[in-house]
């Protein structure tokens, strides 16, 4: 069960890979920078997110990845978060002697959701998120792919099985958004709700 407690995270793993939904990414490391009771982040990209984040959103390459993502709503290189290359295994995150709080793949694609459900840990991401099963610390994969097959539904299953949450990325509709940013704030707000930094500005359904 969630632990909805206000609490602090020292250090915050966030991984994006070659799924759709850039933009909910954006506004994830937005809300991630702006969120105080949060200390450091160790960020990482597969090189299908990158090309995926240049359709969905224009970012130009691997370069100052992070100030691409939180311009025009933040304008100076972040100082809490880290960009790590998913090819170095030797990176902070990819031991377990190393605290990490929590990992969020957002969006995950089925690739990767598939190599963590199998404990392929060739890359940084999948060895951080194998780390944190092995750990026992909060995984959250933001899954998105549609329609799904039943290898995606037994990954599913074998990841959750093993501790992760899986945490499609299907946002409610409810509160009537009236924009996609809106859309993925709300979300943004659930996922960290759901690692325990319940934001005070999320809508709540009051019933
Ligand atoms: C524009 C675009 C959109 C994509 N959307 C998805 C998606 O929603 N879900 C998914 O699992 N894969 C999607 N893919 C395919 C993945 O990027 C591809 O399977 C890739 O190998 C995943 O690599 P990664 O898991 O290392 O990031 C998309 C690819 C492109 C180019």
Redesign the pocket.
């Known amino acids: 069960m969630p632990d909805h407690s206000s609490r602090s995270l020292q250090t915050l793993t966030v991984a994006t890979?070659?799924?759709?939904?850039s933009l909910f990414l954006k506004q994830f490391l937005l809300a991630v920078e702006r969120e105080p009771r949060i200390g450091a982040v160790n960020f990482v990209a597969?090189?299908?997110?990158l090309?995926?984040m240049a359709?969905?959103l224009g970012l130009k390459g691997r370069a100052h990845l992070a100030t691409q993502l939180l311009a025009p709503e933040i304008k100076k290189p972040s100082r809490k978060i880290q960009l790590q290359a998913n090819a170095d295994i030797g990176a902070n995150i990819a031991s377990g002697s190393y605290p990490v709080d929590a990992m969020v793949v957002i969006?995950c694609?089925?690739?990767?959701l598939a190599?963590i459900a199998h404990g392929d840990a060739s890359?940084l991401?999948e060895r951080a998120a194998d780390v944190c099963l092995k750990e026992q610390r909060r995984l959250v994969l933001c899954v998105?792919?549609t329609p799904l097959n039943k290898i995606h539904i037994r990954n599913m299953y074998r990841a959750a099985d093993a501790g992760a949450t899986i945490f499609p990325l299907i946002p409610a509709f409810y509160y009537r958004p009236a924009s996609l940013e809106q859309m993925a704030q709300e979300f943004a707000s659930r996922v960290l709700a759901h690692i325990g930094l319940p934001q005070s500005h999320a809508y709540r359904w009051k019933g």
């Not at 890979?17 to 939904?21: I, K």
């Not at 694609?109 to 990767?112: A, H």
């Open positions: 890979t070659g799924a759709s939904g597969s090189d299908s997110a090309r995926v359709e969905e969006p694609s089925v690739g990767t190599r890359h991401i998105r792919e």
